[in-house]
């Protein structure tokens, strides 16, 4: 990566477009922060990486326009203590319209102790290597956090999930893809309209009472450590369950149907798919 722009005064936080997009089609900005950082970073149709650069005391954000026109875009920043917020909004643009094959892409540093809420209307967001409280977001495109130490939650109207080495409250959901999460969570919620979940729960997992884990369509595969403890609500409209954990069924049951507890039971936890098999294996 190009060393970022020295910090600018105070005074030219809020500076002019014009000013933002001399150097071109890139746009490098620094902001020096002391402690625990929040980053807010918003944009329209850009892709989105962000990672820990340790125990630096700044948050460092990069744009590269790539194939799109800098003067369609605005730019808006401001910095309060240790609070950095930053967005890319396209303008309003009548006529023909050309379009680019490549749009733009914003790829940050933060402090490794930061709360971040990275949110784009269409692309892709990758956070990695930090600890506090994050939320990601995009219209149309992939998501991915990994060695996140703190709360999680993510959601796409369109795109997979890829959760990995989460250690904190996790809430993960989409419109159509994927979903592939694991380490020690605290179980709330996972959903898709249209695709698998894979979930790994590792030691020192907990279940959040009316956790619920669902696909609209696809198949649901869950390994949980041991000692993992619940009250189970497995459902099929169509597919089989499976299942080789020690679990105690209660009433009726059938291939499309299982309710009973784990370990002697523990918090609710409901598990459904519209179309799909239903898998439930220890790790």
Known sequence: MAPFARTLPVALLACTAPLLYAQGKVVEKN???????????????ASIHAASCGSCTAVRVRVDFHDADPERYDLKQNQSGNTVRFELKRKPFGGWFHGWSRGPEITVEVPTETDANLSTGSGSVYLGGVHGRQELHSGSGSITGEQIDGALK??????????????????????????????????HRLSTGSGSIHLALA?????????????????????????????????????????????????????????????GGGPSLRVTTGSGSVALRSL
Not at 31 to 45: F, I, P, R, W
Not at 212 to 237: F, H, K, M, Q, W
């Open 203 to 263: 030691q020192g997992s907990t279940i959040q009472s009316g956790a619920l884990i669902e696909a609209g369509s696809g198949s649901i595969d869950i390994r949980v450590a041991p000692s993992t403890r619940a009250n189970l609500e497995v459902n099929t409209g169509s597919g089989s369950i499976h299942s080789d954990l020690p679990i105690t069924v209660r009433g009726d049951v059938d291939k499309h149907t299982l309710t009973g507890t784990l370990n």
């Open 154 to 187: 993510a959601d796409t109207g369109s795109g997979s999930l890829h959760l990995r080495s989460i250690h904190g409250d996790l809430g993960a959901q989409t419109g159509s893809g994927t979903i592939d999460a694991d380490g020690s969570v605290v179980l």
């Open 31 to 45: 902001y020096s922060v002391g402690g625990h950082a929040e980053l807010q970073l918003t944009a329209d149709d």
